[in-house]
């Protein structure tokens, strides 16, 4: 039976969550320590991982999240699984997307025809089987409205990823297929997100309850929990990748960076996301390892292009060249972030070290003001979250841009709000406290299909009121092509464009750090939001 989903691919209920999830993701050369080890590495089995994440941790329904990357990152992709996955076994360059669930995949010439071959011998945490009845059970619950299982908060969640499926059928128990309403080139890569649930286990608790008690396909099994505050998981001794090496995982929520900190010194945690970089040096000398590497991540101001000074491109590239992001990567960030002088964030396909334009020139700054007839100077304001997650230490690096354009005679307002408000603003097409400018992190390629939401004309957020015919030409082109050196080619040229218009003061890429007790060994860290924790395992 062919399944036709009656709900279009972003709606009205989409697009909210559809911003927690792309601004909450945000957050980074590959960096030392990209490889921890007690020791040496990779012969350790067995242990108990407490990782400290940043922010409160998702509902573990699948894909209803609400964490960003984090939490999808410490507990979505510990429990299930999609069709496809991100290869995070290397450090050296971005993760590709290969088999999970699916084994390989063909597109039809009308490149909206996806078949996909189903991995056989896969079982669910509650030992059922997994087949091509599950996907389809799976994409009922997200897209069809008449699914005793589907809920709203389902459809929106899932929007993003799987929302431009227009028809879907089991072709045997170990194929689908699945068709898309336009070409979409990185349909494989959207289905890494469009999690794959037990149906025998929801179809026992009821969608209402399955968050209560979770199962899915991953390589860790869900045993406990005190929501939004504290997930147990123990490992899936019949992972079809091989059981990992960890006993049991534990996350907890430490939001406050000093908190984080003490628990890893107290021994209450042996891992933690973010370590405060001032904190980095003194745990160093204390035996903590630190596990760094670039990744798609991206700290900036969006400027607000319609009005005022902003308006003038002169004037966005005069902010820009009175940045010394250098000296925030380096003394205030402690060598955790790389200076961001283009859009592209360096840890991706579009990133092009030629097109690294914004050095720290206050003189070029002061003539292109100068030029733009704002020679004295000028008034704006910005607001800034004073938390979030991937946002680094916000208000310390808005104070330090703040001092730069002050140098260059642009007073900068600073306003403070907290993440949700900036967030649920933007999702309203406003701009919190009203300012002239939003400072927040955000990544832009580890799900292509994100990144028209920052930069193309018909953006349902507040971007910053930034258009460019010739980029959304080149968003749409990449898109809709299966030519995956043909979208990265377009990509690159559409992010050059926005590095020649300025509409962000591009200020640096995090290298994503995160503190390990000397402990803990076996972590590879990709070049990714995402981590593989099949490889860890805790020393007694």
């Known amino acids: 039976m062919t399944h036709r989903p009656r709900r279009p691919a972003v709606g009205p209920v989409a697009l909210p969550v559809t911003l927690l999830l792309l601004l909450a993701a945000a957050g980074c050369a590959p960096g030392s320590a990209a490889e921890s080890g007690a020791g040496t590495g990779a012969s350790g089995r067995g242990g108990t991982l407490v990782i400290g994440a940043t922010g409160k941790l998702p509902n573990p329904d699948t894909v209803i999240g609400g964490a960003g990357f984090e939490g999808k ?31 390989s995949w063909k597109v039809a010439a009308d490149n909206k025809t996806w078949t996909f071959t189903l991995r056989k011998g896969v079982t669910f945490q ?87 008690h979770p199962v899915g396909t991953g390589p860790f099994a869900f045993t406990a929990q005190k929501e939004g505050q504290l997930i147990e998981l123990a490992a899936n001794k019949t992972y079809w990748r091989g059981a990992p090496k960890l006993d049991k995982l534990v996350i907890k929520s430490l939001p406050d960076a000093a908190a984080r900190t003490a628990a890893l010194r107290s021994g209450d945690v042996n891992w933690i996301e973010y370590p405060n970089p001032d904190d980095i040096e003194n745990l160093k000398a204390d035996g903590v390892q630190l596990a760094t590497n670039s990744y798609d991540h991206l700290w900036y101001w969006i400027l607000d292009t319609s009005k005022g000074p902003w308006k003038d491109v002169r004037v ?47 003189d070029k700054a002061r003539k292109l003001l100068a030029e733009a007839g704002q020679s004295k100077g000028f008034s704006t304001t910005v607001t800034v979250p004073t938390a979030g997650s991937g946002n680094l230490l916000p208000v310390p690096i808005a104070e330090a841009v703040q ?11 600073i ?8 967030i649920s603003a933007e999702a309203d097409g406003k701009v919190a406290l009203g300012s002239d400018a939003i400072a927040q992190s955000t990544t832009l390629f580890q799900s292509e299909a994100l ?23 080149l968003l749409a082109s990449a898109s809709a092509s299966t030519d995956q050196n043909k979208r990265r080619a377009d990509y690159r040229q559409a ?36 981590l593989d924790l099949t490889t860890v395992w805790v020393a007694s």
């Open 451 to 473: 990144l028209p939401l920052f930069i193309g004309s018909d953006s349902p957020f507040w971007t910053g009121n930034y258009s460019n015919p010739r980029v959304d030409r």
């Open 495 to 530: 992010l050059s464009l926005v590095t020649e218009d300025a509409p962000w003061l591009f200020v640096v890429n995090d290298r994503n750090p995160r503190a390990l007790s000397p402990k803990v060994g076996g972590l590879v860290q990709p070049q990714s939001w995402f």
């Open 73 to 103: 990152r410490l507990v979505s992709f510990q429990l299930y699984e999609g069709l496809t996955r991100y290869d995070l076994s290397r450090t050296d360059s971005p993760p590709e997307i290969t088999g999970a669930l699916a084994t």
């Open 415 to 422: 306003r403070t709000t907290d993440w949700n408000t900036l």
């Open 126 to 212: 509650d030992g059922t089987a997994f087949d091509a009845d599950a996907v389809i059970f799976n994409l009922d619950r997200y897209l069809n409205k008449k699914s005793d299982h589907y809920t709203e908060a389902l459809g929106a969640a899932a929007g993003e990823y799987a929302g431009g499926i227009t028809r879907y059928r089991k072709l045997g128990e170990d194929r689908v297929e699945l068709v898309t309403k336009e070409p979409n080139g990185h349909f494989p890569e959207d289905l890494a997100h469009v999690l794959i649930a037990s149906p025998t286990a929801i179809r026992k608790t009821g969608t209402e309850k399955f968050a209560q």
């Open 316 to 362: 966005r590239r005069a902010a820009n060249y009175a940045v010394n992001r250098e000296a925030i990567a380096e003394k205030l960030l402690h060598g955790t972030a790389d200076p961001a002088q283009q859009a592209a964030p360096r840890a991706t396909f579009a990133y092009d070290k030629k097109g690294d334009t914004y050095t720290y020139d206050p």
């Open 403 to 413: 001092r730069d354009l002050a140098a260059v005679g642009i007073k900068a307002d």
